[in-house]
C-alpha cells in the first residue's frame, strides 16, 4: 500500500469518525431538546394537578353521596308503603262498590 492510500484510507475514517461524532452531537442536542419539551409538559400536567381534588376530597364527596342514597332508600322504602297502602284501599273500595 501506498503513502498516498494510506492517507487516503486514514482520511476516509476520520472522515467517518468526525460525522458519527457531529450525529451524535446532533443527537445529543435532540435529546436534551426532547427533555426540556417533557420537562414542560410535566410542569403543566402539575400546574393543571394542583386544582384537582385530592383523596381527602374524594372521601368527603363519597361519604356525602352515601349520606343521600340512605336518605333516598328511605325516601323510596316510604313511597313503596304509600303505594300499598293506597293499592290496599282501592281495592277495599272497590270490593264495597261491588258488593254495595
Given at each position: 500500500?501506498?503513502?498516498?492510500?494510506?492517507?487516503?484510507?486514514?482520511?476516509?475514517?476520520?472522515?467517518?469518525?468526525?460525522?458519527?461524532?457531529?450525529l451524535?452531537?446532533?443527537?445529543?442536542?435532540?435529546?436534551?431538546?426532547?427533555?426540556?419539551?417533557?420537562?414542560?409538559?410535566?410542569?403543566?400536567?402539575?400546574?393543571?394537578?394542583?386544582?384537582?381534588?385530592?383523596?381527602?376530597?374524594?372521601?368527603?364527596?363519597?361519604?356525602?353521596?352515601?349520606?343521600?342514597?340512605?336518605?333516598?332508600?328511605?325516601?323510596?322504602?316510604?313511597?313503596?308503603?304509600?303505594?300499598?297502602t293506597?293499592?290496599?284501599?282501592?281495592?277495599?273500595?272497590?270490593?264495597?262498590?261491588?258488593?254495595?
Amino acid at each position: 500500500m501506498t503513502t498516498g492510500q494510506i492517507i487516503s484510507l486514514v482520511f476516509a475514517a476520520f472522515t467517518g469518525l468526525f460525522a458519527l461524532v457531529k450525529l451524535y452531537l446532533h443527537d445529543q442536542g435532540e435529546i436534551k431538546k426532547s427533555l426540556i419539551e417533557h420537562a414542560d409538559r410535566l410542569s403543566r400536567i402539575e400546574e393543571r394537578n394542583r386544582n384537582a381534588p385530592t383523596h381527602d376530597d374524594l372521601k368527603q364527596i363519597y361519604e356525602r353521596l352515601n349520606v343521600l342514597a340512605t336518605g333516598n332508600a328511605h325516601i323510596m322504602g316510604t313511597l313503596d308503603g304509600i303505594k300499598t297502602t293506597n293499592e290496599m284501599i282501592v281495592r277495599k273500595a272497590m270490593g264495597e262498590l261491588k258488593n254495595g
